[in-house]
């Protein structure tokens, strides 16, 4: 049998225990987007760079990633609650390997950078504004992958990127 004083350790103890696992270990039952935003207008992202036709594809994607992964409706016309506006300041093609024969490429390599920002209409405050925010993504011009094959990789990249900055930091 117990004594007193093993009796009382052992509620303490018990009661101790019961008071880490009802506190938990920082989880949150709030959600990780904003309550007061309910719409994004996203508008056509510029592009400084020589591939045309980049800023449709990642502004689809990013279109794309909001409505999927966010509780936010994208619209492209005004009357939204934010806008989110973005340029696509660089993208650069790099050859990693070369065919033992024939010297053909077998794997390139395609970069993007980006800057945008993520603005609350009414209020005017930025919610988001990053600069030069950069993905990689691969092709394989022998398996019949083409530049347009690494363009949407890296849009698809970079709109994941961009829409979870969205989210409000941990």
Known sequence: MLGRSARQMTAWL????????LTGCGYS??????????????????????YR???????????KEIE??????????DGADTVLEGTIVNVSQHLLSRRRRGGLPQEM???????????NVRTGKVLADRKGLAVVGRYLPP?????????????QKMAVQIVSTLAEPW
């Not at 036709?53 to 279109?63: K, R």
């Not at 999927?68 to 016309?77: C, D, F, G, N, Q």
């Not at 398996?143 to 849009?155: M, R, Y």
């Open 68 to 77: 999927l992964r966010t509780p936010y409706k994208a619209i492209s016309t």
């Open 143 to 155: 398996l019949g992958e083409s530049l347009p094959v690494g363009q949407q990789e890296i849009a």
């Open 29 to 50: 039952h709030k959600t990780l987007y904003p309550t007061d935003v309910s719409s994004v207008q996203v508008n056509i992202f510029n592009n400084r760079t020589f």
């Open 109 to 119: 390599e395609i970069q993007m950078m980006v800057d945008f920002t993520w603005r």
């Open 53 to 63: 036709g980049m800023e449709f594809d990642l502004t689809e994607a990013v279109i």
């Open 14 to 21: 018990v009661l101790l225990m019961a008071m880490v696992c």
